[in-house]
Each structure stands twice: as C-alpha cells, then as structure tokens.
C-alpha cells in the first residue's frame, strides 16, 4: 500500500468546522471587548472634556465657557475627537459635540449637577455617562438623569450653544 501526502476531503472538512466554531464561540466576546473599548474611549472624552473646563474655570474666575468649542478654539483642549462619542451614529465636533453641557453650573453653588453629559440617543440601552460639577463621571440610566436635570430646572440641551436639543 502506498502512503500519499496530504490531507483527505474529511479532514480539512473537520478543520473548516472547528475554526468555525472557535470563530462563532468568540464573537460575542469579541463584541463585548470592542464595546468596552467604546465605553472606554466614551469616559475618557468627557475626563478630557472635565479636565479643560476645569482649567479654564481656573482661568476665569470660577466662569464656565459659554459653548465646549472654546476648549478646543482656545487651546485648553488638544483634538476636535474629543468632542466625538464613539456610539453617537454621527461625527462629533467642537461646532457640534456628541456631549451636552450645562454653562449656567456654578462651582460655587455646592450643589453636584450633571454638568456634562451623553446625548440621550449616544448609547444603546438608554445609558448615558455623566460629568457632574464635583469632576465624578458615572454611567447610568437616562431616566434617571432626567429626573436630575428636571429637579434642577434643565433640560437635555445642544451641547455647542447650551440651545434646547429638538
């Protein structure tokens, strides 16, 4: 009998279907990873965003700016990207940022407001993250963060011009 090298049709077949279900084995954990990776980019955006009204605050005597482009304009932050949720469906930009914000929060006030926040239509399942005037950023419900912005008096806004969202 004469041996032949190489593979029969059987089992490269057998291959083929293992990696095929190593491959739809993985996939939702893939998926999980590249959303934590969103949430990830999502949080550090609005640190980045935190850490520039901040600064200008310090800046301007407690003052917030009067839209989130002048971070950007006047150099406290370094990239429109910044202004770019990555679930938002669109691109973010100073002119037109995936983030709401709040320019009538005072420091002085003591009280901790939502002073930055997602779009409502950001992220799926109805979370939204949130900057509050103390610099903590949560994720939460967007219910909830309504009920907020409704004891406070605001409501969900245009983050470039504090203009009400339509």
């Not at 049709?9 to 491959?23: C, G, H, S, T």
């Not at 406290?76 to 990207?81: E, F, L």
């Not at 409704?150 to 983050?159: A, F, L, P, V, Y």
């Amino acid at each position: 009998m004469k041996d032949k090298a190489g593979f029969t049709i059987i089992e490269l077949a057998v291959v083929v279907l293992l990696l095929a279900f190593i491959l739809f084995g993985l996939t939702p954990f893939v998926r999980d990873v590249q959303d934590k990776a969103r949430q990830m980019r999502c949080v550090n955006n609005i640190q980045k965003i935190s850490t520039g009204l901040r600064v200008y605050a310090y800046e301007h005597e407690g003052k917030l700016p009067e839209d989130l482009s002048l971070l950007w304009t006047k150099g406290y932050i370094d990239g429109q990207d910044v202004f770019d949720c990555p679930y938002a469906a669109g691109k973010g930009s100073a002119e037109k940022p995936d983030y709401n914000f709040d320019n009538k929060a005072d420091f002085n006030s003591g009280e901790n407001t939502p002073l930055v926040y997602d779009k409502f239509k950001n992220h799926r399942g109805g979370r939204v993250n949130i900057l509050y005037l103390n610099g903590e950023i949560v994720n939460r419900g967007s219910e909830k963060l309504k009920e907020e912005l409704e004891t406070s008096g605001e409501k969900e806004k245009d983050g470039s011009s504090g203009a009400m969202a339509e």
